[in-house]
């Protein structure tokens, strides 16, 4: 490969490097005022706090109820997780090794809760869940994420079996395995990478989503991000301190899922895959 060494060339790298740089100190920035906000005594006019104590986070768990929406979240998110791979892998399954006709419809379908905003079809399915009686309640917030979970998961997944030679499924048949043996002793073990990956990131697009959860949870069905955001907006004076260590939890819980996803999947090679997948 020929590198362009011209001005041009040169400056169009450093403009690049420029931006990304300033990029990541402003985020850094942004981030490090929440956290030192969140331990903070009084901060004002100051590079520094004048102070630091930890009663905010114990202020922010009794204020917030902090508890009740770990667990909410903690329920709402093993749910998606268990349905999203139940759904989604089965459906993966069949659309990698069948062909039928509309199979790039169906495709397309399944793709497009990935390709719209979650707003331009949240605000329909969340009427939906109000006429069903299902909007505010836990099942209604689960319902509401495995719209778009499900065809994550699908997308994911049918790149890690369509690398499973099906003459290893047709052996397995012929030596008298029956479909419950042939998952479980011989697609299963070579699918958990795959299905590792794709759950673990369900699982980050669970704590992290918003504007579905926001449309239809209720006051004992919010996750920790809806929590925070009527933290944030919802009438009252409440301690900006208390509202960032909230900010830090949230945070901290996101990231520890997301560095443990990452270590199990590169999100470059999933798009590779669906790259190959719509080429062939």
């Known amino acids: 490969m020929i590198r362009d060494t011209g001005l041009g060339s040169r400056l169009w790298r450093m403009a690049v490097w420029a931006v990304t740089l300033l990029f990541c100190l402003n985020l850094m920035a942004m981030i490090a005022a929440v956290v030192l906000n969140s331990f903070a005594t009084r901060w004002l006019g100051t590079w520094l706090p004048l102070g630091f104590t930890t009663r905010w986070y114990a202020a922010a768990w009794d204020e917030f109820q902090l508890g009740d929406v770990l667990i909410v979240t903690i329920q709402v998110v093993f749910l998606v997780v268990f349905l999203s791979g139940l759904l989604g892998v089965t459906a993966a399954y069949a659309l990698a090794r069948r062909d039928f006709p509309g199979k790039r419809l169906v495709m397309l379908v399944f793709l497009l809760p990935l390709l719209v905003p979650p ?162």
Do not use: C, H
Not at 237 to 266: K, P
């Open 119 to 280: 707003i331009t079809y949240g605000i329909p399915l969340a009427t939906v869940l109000y006429q069903a009686g299902l909007a505010g309640t836990l099942w209604g917030v689960v319902l509401a994420n495995l719209v778009p979970s499900v065809p994550f998961v699908v997308l994911v997944m049918i790149p890690f079996i369509e690398q499973i030679d099906p003459r290893i499924e047709a052996a397995a048949r012929v030596f008298g395995a029956g479909t419950r043996q042939l998952f479980l002793r011989v697609l299963l073990p070579l699918l958990i990478p795959g299905i590792l990956a794709a759950l673990l990131l369900v699982l980050v697009r669970t704590i992290a989503m918003f504007e579905l959860t926001f449309l239809v949870a209720g006051p004992t069905s919010q996750t920790l991000v809806v929590a925070l955001y009527y933290a944030v907006f919802a009438a009252g004076v409440r301690a900006g301190q208390s509202i960032d260590a909230m900010a830090v939890v949230y945070m901290a819980v996101t990231l520890v899922w997301l560095v443990i996803a990452l270590r199990f999947v590169n999100p470059t090679q999933i798009v590779a895959r669906a790259k190959q997948q719509q080429g062939a």
